[in-house]
């Protein structure tokens, strides 16, 4: 059960992970021993999965982001087996969803540029084994990206 202690801490986590237990007892006025049980007592259950970076992806390189509407020729248990497996081995696809709909997959791809998306959408995209329909939609400005999840 997450209560409204454990929401406050997973808002300042999720905002700055690198707050150190003191930092987040002073924040909502609690001794760092409840702190640091809560915390764990969150990943234990898998509230919390994981703690990573955010890069800037531009100043990387990665100026293009593509979003792609993925149809697959059979909609079989083993077609998305396959296509999932696959999927999960390309590092420029940062996200992949399944969903309903008149289309299969949701993508998110992140790349250098439009050479590069044409190589990775020529070369590791359309050649994966039961794609049907690839339709593509580039990114002009990104309005909101977060990864912040009301708690």
Known sequence: ??????????????????????????RINLSKSPIHER????????????????LNKKKLGNQLMVFCHVTLDKQTRETF?????????????????????????LL?????????????YQERLSVIPGILNISSFFVMAEVKNTTVIPV
């Open 1 to 26: 059960m997450v209560d409204k202690i454990d929401r406050q801490i997973l808002s300042l986590l999720q905002e700055n992970a690198q707050l150190t237990i003191q930092e987040i007892g002073q």
């Open 39 to 54: 915390i764990k007592r969150l990943e234990r259950d898998g509230i919390i999965e994981r703690y990573v970076t955010l």
């Open 81 to 105: 087996k396959v296509f999932d497996q696959t999927i999960a081995q390309l590092a420029e696809v940062m996200e992949c969803n399944l969903v309903s709909g008149t289309f299969d997959y």
């Open 108 to 120: 998110k791809i992140v790349v250098h540029d439009m050479e590069s998306y044409n190589r990775f």
